[in-house]
């Protein structure tokens, strides 16, 4: 299993810049991806960055030029850094993880940490 905590978020205003961390322990070795999602209030669950193991990266149509997703080597952290942040990036965003196991992938989530900007 895969434990991850989120560190980051609160009130920005537009314009500004915030940077998110997730911190991964446990079963480490067994990642293969390394993404943030974000659900705005009354809309469904978006995959905003995602980085794979082999370091291949790819971003949402809305943030890129934006946000810059990165991990570390020894795949205990990834980091979202957020600029230029508009009111319709408000969210809560979330960590999310995807490990191989004995049946296949699994998912693991963080605990989600609000994002808020205000126009």
């Known amino acids: 299993q895969v434990q991850l905590v989120e560190s980051g978020g609160g009130l920005v205003q537009a314009g500004g810049s915030q940077r998110l961390s997730c911190a991964a322990s446990?079963?480490?070795?067994?990642?293969?991806?390394m993404n943030w999602y974000r659900q705005a209030l009354g809309k469904q669950r978006e995959l905003v960055a995602a980085i794979q193991i082999g370091g291949s990266i790819r971003y949402a149509d809305s943030v890129k030029g934006r946000f810059t997703i990165s991990r570390d080597n020894a795949k205990t952290t990834v980091c979202l850094q957020m600029n230029s942040l508009k009111p319709e990036d408000t969210a809560v965003y979330y960590c999310?993880?995807?490990?191989?196991?004995?049946?296949?992938?699994?998912?693991?989530w963080g605990q989600g940490t609000q994002v808020t900007v205000s126009s």
């Open positions: 999310n993880v995807v490990s191989s196991g004995p049946l296949g992938l699994y998912d693991y």
């Open positions: 446990g079963s480490i070795s067994s990642i293969n991806a």
